[in-house]
């Protein structure tokens, strides 16, 4: 996180909102409040909370863009929804819990993204072998000692060697780049469709990527130009270099501990003092479920568990027929 003041917050934020000068101070503190808890000592690291924030004012006065703006600022991950289309657990429809397994999802994207560049020139670099590879097949005997025979011609692998460091130049200066080529992608075996129970199709999908990852891999014959060639063979290469395991665990530590919700019309679950017949499922209900998440519960991810104690909740709606108190 990077270390801004309130002060240089709130003028990074005046450069792209006009006015709303409280509401860029209030998230400016709460801002700065999380970086100061990153400082502090582990033993009360745990007791210092976020502070949420509930703003309030009529449509397209910059609320939601106070919030991406934020998110920018720290390079958090940031997941912006509408809490008028979450309904309460058990009824059809996205559950409250989605939200913290979507940005779970996006804080793994982050890192997955990070790590791909750092070992992007060693991914490139492997590929072009390959790339090499097909062009011109590599020499099986072994090399002789002698780099020239008796008759005074140059050994097979000095001469397939220094052919490959010719075409290695040319394809540096992209001038193989239009050339077709044939090789070898894996891709994943088409499973079975999966559907959840109603109102559960995490779970539905989770099954799915489980029954797809004991599948073997396949491998198909694709055709294409070297240079298309070349940035899937990196993408492939990338992947295998990426620990997975050290990239969930960083993202799940930055979503608990920096991670930033944006909820989005937080008046339409509000009662608004309007009388209702049966169960209001997308209200009172949303609110009941949203309650322990923003006070602090752990949520099961297929990532792992994911602890929202520390994660900033900011909250925003015009409440123009109900009222903040209407809200539980």
Not at 141 to 156: A, I, L, R, W
Not at 176 to 182: H, V
Not at 226 to 233: F, L, P
């Amino acid at each position: 996180m990077k270390n801004l003041t309130p002060t240089q917050i709130v003028n990074e934020l005046n450069k792209f909102i006009i006015g709303q000068d409280d509401a860029k101070r209030a998230v400016a503190i709460a801002l700065r409040n999380r970086w100061r808890r990153q400082q502090v000592d582990e033993s009360i690291k745990e007791e210092i909370m976020p502070n949420n924030i509930i703003l309030i004012g009529p449509t397209g006065v910059g609320k939601t863009e106070i919030a991406r703006r934020l998110a920018k600022l720290t390079g958090a991950p940031f997941y912006k929804v509408e809490a008028s289309k979450f309904t309460e657990v058990g009824y059809v429809g996205r559950d409250v819990e989605s939200m913290i397994r979507d940005l779970t999802e996006l804080g793994i994207n982050m890192v997955k993204a990070e790590q791909t560049e750092l070992v992007q020139e060693k991914a490139d670099k492997l590929a072009e072998d390959k790339i090499l590879d097909l062009l011109i097949p590599p020499v099986k005997s072994p090399p002789k000692v002698n780099p020239e025979t008796e008759n005074g011609e140059v050994d097979d692998a000095v001469r397939n060697e220094k052919t490959r460091e010719w075409m290695r130049e040319k394809l540096k200066k992209g001038e193989l780049d239009e050339k077709l080529i044939e090789f070898d992608t894996t891709s994943a075996a088409v499973g079975m469709q999966v559907v959840g129970p109603f109102g559960m199709d995490d779970m539905g999908m989770n099954i799915q990527e489980i029954i797809g990852n004991m599948m073997p891999k396949k491998k198909k014959k694709r055709k294409t130009t070297i240079k298309e060639a070349r940035k899937v063979m990196a993408q492939e290469e990338a992947q295998k270099l990426i620990d997975m395991d050290n990239v969930q665990k960083e993202a799940i530590r930055r979503v608990e501990e920096t991670g930033i919700i944006f909820l989005d019309e937080i008046d339409k679950v509000a009662g608004g003092g309007k009388g209702h017949g049966g169960p209001d499922v997308s209200r009172e209900g949303v609110q009941r479920d949203l309650l322990p998440i923003v006070e602090g519960s752990t949520v099961n991810t297929k990532y792992g568990p994911v602890r929202t104690d520390h994660i900033l909740f900011l909250a925003s709606g015009a409440f123009h027929v109900s009222k903040p108190s209407d809200l539980i």
